[in-house]
């Protein structure tokens, strides 16, 4: 048992079962929460970021799926269109007679068409939308067969 003297004199005895904390367990706890709150933090930043990359990966195949529906509408003559790859960027769009623009946001749309078997009208078309997220250029492809006339 510790004993000291108060400023009136008074012997004041100290036994071990002191409450309060320490300045050393406030240290520990402020470091434990730091650690916590960092992770936390990091997976959340990861978890937008993925969240983000879903969400332009459906807007990518809505589009997809957009020009895909129009290609199937507008068009009805896809061997003169055959054997060729329309974007933006050869300049082309135009000769698919779509509404849609090539364009749309920071996606780029480009169609593929080829004949699968010209006799029965069958042709097979590509649907490619490329996009930029986070330094990396990233896709999303649809192919389906659309029957036209030949």
């Known amino acids: 048992m510790l004993s000291r003297k108060s400023p009136r004199g008074q012997i004041v005895e100290y036994t071990g079962d002191q409450r309060g904390i320490t300045l050393v367990e406030i240290l520990v706890a402020v470091v434990l929460l730091s650690l916590v709150s ?3 933090l990091n997976l959340l930043v990861t978890a937008m970021g993925w969240n983000e990359l879903a ?3 459906t807007r990518a195949t809505n589009y997809a799926a957009s ?12 061997s003169v269109l055959c054997g060729y790859t329309y974007s933006y960027d050869q300049g082309n769009w135009d000769e698919l007679g779509l509404s849609l623009p090539a364009m749309e946001e920071k996606m780029k749309a480009e169609v593929a068409i080829q004949a699968d078997d010209e006799a029965a009208g069958l042709f097979g078309i590509k649907v ?5 997220h986070r330094g ?4 999303v492809v649809l192919e389906s067969m659309i029957w036209g006339s030949s």
């Open 136 to 139: 990396k250029q990233r896709e």
């Open 38 to 40: 960092t992770i936390f």
């Open 67 to 78: 020009v895909m529906e129009e290609l199937r509408t507008v068009s009805s003559d896809f």
């Open 55 to 57: 969400a332009d990966k």
């Open 128 to 132: 490619l939308v490329e996009w930029g």
